[in-house]
């Protein structure tokens, strides 16, 4: 029997960035894009409470204001939309 030990972090190394990372979030617009997950209606507003905690003057696009289970595949053309809402960043999927 041969068995294979995975890494239980889910961690992923990310090397290919389509847009540089903000150096913070202060006065920036953060869309909320949900894969429609396990619970993303309660994980954003704790997410977007706990940011305003860090950074007070951050606006958010709620994930009321997009499709929902968003993504390339699924609306291809997710990117212009949040382009259009005028988004500085994005939080993506979020929950399970």
């Given at each position: 029997m041969r068995l294979e030990v995975l890494n239980p972090s889910g961690t992923v190394e990310v090397t290919d960035l389509y847009a540089h990372r903000l150096a913070n979030l202060d006065g920036k617009k953060i869309g909320e894009l949900s894969n429609g997950g396990w619970e993303y209606e309660r994980t954003f507003p704790r997410i977007r409470e706990l940011i305003l905690k860090r950074f007070p003057n951050v606006k958010f696009v709620p994930y009321t204001k997009?499709?929902?289970?968003?993504?390339?595949?699924?609306?291809?053309?997710?990117?212009?939309?949040?382009?259009?809402?005028?988004?500085?960043?994005v939080i993506g999927g979020n929950a399970g």
């Open positions: 997009f499709p929902i289970g968003t993504s390339e595949i699924s609306v291809p053309n997710i990117s212009d939309i949040v382009s259009k809402m005028g988004c500085d960043a």
